[in-house]
Every structure is written in structure tokens, then in C-alpha cells.
């Protein structure tokens, strides 16, 4: 096995081993490593649906199995991009986030493989909170120590991307049902590492103690603070075949565009939060 890590404050390439064929030795190595970098980049294992399955189980009960994330429908065409909400909800994920904070519990991380992908465009970003949070000036640490912010989906999605209703949708719109909207600290330390990290993101609408707008113009500001510096942001450009999986509790992501109306297949799942550190404030 051969791990270069990636000329940035996280993530590392892992090659030279075959994702089902693990030994109980290697997949704990791969769990601390996993731990250490937060986003480990698997070239060239082709997996099937299955093999995936059994790889994001390795690190934890699975909050779903697998999810296609695809403008191709079932029939292989190619999604309207102008009214569909599954194109409404891709255009979603190309704003920074991370999976499941709109839920009771957040998700711990997620397996991500490509199986089409288009000749230019598509990659995945990934930004580093640890370094985020730590690169902070002393007056902001101390502004948002205390503050803690709603994420609806709902609210992203409705509002920002005219999703229609669940009822009349496509898309099955999960989590935007959720109520209370959960609330959670800007300022985490993760469970397993005790870093220091944030939680923001698109899902944010309101801060307490704030008007919304100051809420959302502050997880802006956090936001572009934390994904325009080039030491703390990867975007990777998929092969067909890459695999991929990152810690949902100190690093945001995001899809970037691509030509819509060339095919792009990739395959989530994702990992379940611990019920206790994952949890919504709200929801304890
Ligand atoms: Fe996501």
C-alpha cells in the first residue's frame, strides 16, 4: 500500500491495494489514516454497488446505502436542467457543505465513486475546518465560540433552488421534512481526534441571538474564509473508477459544473453520525 498525501493541510492518495480484498490489519490502518487526513483518494478500484457497500461499512453503520448522484435517468437520458429538481438538487450540492447537518444527526462521512464522468468539469471540492477553525483571527474564535446555527434543507433547496414540493417532486427531498430544524454549533471538536473544527455551510438560514441576514452574511464570511485558501481546498478531477472517502465532521464539500447535458454517474454512501457527538444540540 502506498499513501502520498496531497500538497495541502489534508488529504492523501492510497494506491497499490484493492479496497475488497482488505484484511481486519489493513482496513484499521486505513481507518487511522482516514482520522489523520480526512480524505483518502483510491485510483482505479472500479468497484460495483456491493463492494462499495461493504467498504463505507468498514467505517460505520451506513445512515443509506447508496445513492445514485446522476442528470441520467433511469433510461439513460439526460435530465431537463432547467426544471427538474434532481438537476436542482445537483446545482445544490455545488455550494460548500457538509452531508446530513439538516438531519437530527450529522453524517460521519461518506464513500463517493465515479462511473461516468464528463470530458471536462465535475470534480468534488473538499475543504479542511481544522485548519479553517485554527487559521481564524483571535476576535472571530471568539465571536462565534458560543453561537450556534439552524441548517434546513429545506430552505436551501426551497428557497434558493426553487425545489417544488416533496408531494408533486422527483426527488425524494430527504430530510426536508424535518422539524425542529436542528441546531448546532459553529465551533465543534471532533469526536474521534479532538480537533477544533467549524460547522457551516449552505444549510445555514439563521443564527440565534441574530436577524437572519446577519446570520447568513456571517456563515458567508466564515465560508469564503475558509474555501479560498489553496492550502486548505482540493478539488479532485474524477477518473472513472476513483473511490473516495472523506470525514463529514471536518471537512465541507462541494460539486463543481460541468456541461449538463453530458453524463455524470457517481455513486454515494454515507455514513452514520454517532448519535450522541453527531447529534443536534436540539436534539439531545
Ligand atoms: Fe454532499
Known amino acids: 500500500m502506498k499513501v502520498e498525501q496531497l500538497n495541502r493541510s489534508f488529504g492523501a492518495k492510497v494506491s497499490e491495494l484493492s479496497l475488497p480484498d482488505l484484511n481486519q490489519d489493513e482496513v484499521q490502518y486505513i481507518y487511522k489514516l482516514w482520522l489523520q487526513y480526512a480524505l483518502l483518494i483510491f485510483p482505479q478500484q472500479n468497484l460495483t454497488n456491493s463492494q462499495q457497500i461493504e467498504f463505507a461499512k468498514n467505517f460505520g453503520a451506513l445512515e443509506f446505502d447508496l445513492s445514485p448522484i446522476?442528470?441520467?435517468?433511469?433510461?439513460?437520458?439526460?435530465?431537463?436542467?432547467?426544471?427538474?429538481d434532481i438537476v436542482k438538487s445537483l446545482k445544490g450540492n455545488?455550494?460548500?457543505h457538509h452531508d446530513s447537518?439538516?438531519?437530527?444527526?450529522?453524517?460521519?462521512?461518506?464513500?463517493?465513486?465515479?462511473?461516468?464522468?464528463?470530458?471536462?468539469?465535475?470534480?468534488?471540492?473538499?475543504?479542511?475546518?481544522?485548519?479553517?477553525?485554527?487559521?481564524?483571527?483571535?476576535?472571530?474564535?471568539?465571536?462565534?465560540?458560543?453561537?450556534?446555527?439552524?441548517?434546513s434543507y429545506e430552505w436551501s433547496q426551497k428557497e434558493r433552488f426553487g425545489h417544488k414540493d416533496p408531494k408533486v417532486s422527483e426527488f425524494n427531498s430527504y430530510g426536508f421534512d424535518i422539524d425542529p430544524k436542528p441546531l448546532r454549533p459553529l465551533v465543534k471538536t471532533h469526536?474521534?481526534?479532538?480537533?477544533?473544527?467549524?460547522?457551516?455551510?449552505?444549510?445555514?438560514?439563521k443564527i440565534e441571538g441574530m436577524s437572519d441576514q446577519e446570520a447568513q452574511n456571517l456563515a458567508k464570511e466564515l465560508e469564503e474564509f475558509a474555501c479560498s485558501n489553496e492550502n486548505w481546498v482540493y478539488h479532485h478531477s474524477?477518473?472513472?473508477?476513483?473511490?473516495?472517502i472523506w470525514d463529514n465532521r471536518c471537512l465541507m464539500h462541494q460539486a463543481t459544473m460541468w456541461d449538463l447535458n453530458e453524463p455524470r454517474?457517481?455513486?454515494?454512501?454515507?455514513?452514520?453520525?454517532?448519535?450522541?457527538?453527531?447529534?443536534?444540540?436540539?436534539?439531545?
Not at 469526536?191 to 438560514?205: A, D, P, V, Y
Not at 454517474?265 to 439531545?284: F, T, V
Open 101 to 151: 447537518t439538516y438531519m437530527p444527526i450529522q453524517a460521519k462521512g461518506a464513500v463517493f465513486t465515479a462511473h461516468k464522468v464528463p470530458k471536462k468539469g465535475g470534480e468534488t471540492g473538499w475543504a479542511d475546518m481544522r485548519a479553517a477553525y485554527e487559521g481564524l483571527s483571535l476576535a472571530m474564535k471568539e465571536k462565534i465560540e458560543d453561537l450556534s446555527a439552524f441548517h
Open 70 to 84: 446522476s442528470n441520467v435517468r433511469n433510461d439513460g437520458s439526460i435530465r431537463d436542467a432547467n426544471d427538474d
Open 94 to 96: 455545488m455550494e460548500w
Open 238 to 244: 474524477w477518473e472513472v473508477g476513483d473511490a473516495v
Open 265 to 284: 454517474i457517481m455513486y454515494h454512501s454515507r455514513i452514520e453520525g454517532d448519535p450522541i457527538s453527531e447529534a443536534a444540540s436540539n436534539y439531545l
Open 191 to 205: 469526536s474521534e481526534t479532538g480537533q477544533k473544527c467549524l460547522t457551516i455551510g449552505r444549510h445555514i438560514n
